[in-house]
Nanobody, 118 residues
Framework: QVQVVESGGGLVQAGGSLRLSCAAS????????MGWYRQAPGKQRELVAD???????DYANSVKGRFTISRDNAKNTVYLQMNSLKPEDTAVYYC????????????WGQGTQVTVSS
């Protein structure tokens, strides 16, 4: 069993900052990638940022320069520092953990709400 737990969401004014955390526990063994996705009402879930085991990162164009993803391998934890938040960043943010197995397995957290007021 693998547990994925997000924290750090909340309500913030436009221009503010939030830091999301996601911790994986249980029979996770080795992690290949960790990422953040978001889903706004009426929209599809989209990639926000991810980071693979070698440290390479990828960001959605809409968050480049404002968001930073990082990971602590020893703690099986991934962070998303969100600065200069905009109302359009409002969504439920989900953490995805990809296990380094064959085949690779994905585990998702329950989501954390981020609301940015104008």
């Amino acid at each position: 069993q693998v547990q994925v737990v997000e924290s750090g969401g909340g309500l913030v004014q436009a221009g503010g900052s939030l830091r999301l955390s996601c911790a994986a526990s249980g029979s996770i063994f080795s992690i290949f990638a960790m990422g953040w996705y978001r889903q706004a009402p009426g929209k599809q879930r989209e990639l926000v940022a991810d980071i693979v085991s070698g440290g390479r990162t990828d960001y959605a164009n809409s968050v480049k320069g404002r968001f930073t993803i990082s990971r602590d391998n020893a703690k099986n934890t991934v962070y998303l520092q969100m600065n200069s938040l905009k109302p359009e960043d409002t969504a439920v943010y989900y953490c995805r953990i990809t296990r380094a197995s064959v085949p690779r397995l994905d585990y998702w957290g329950q989501g954390t709400q981020v609301t940015v007021s104008s």
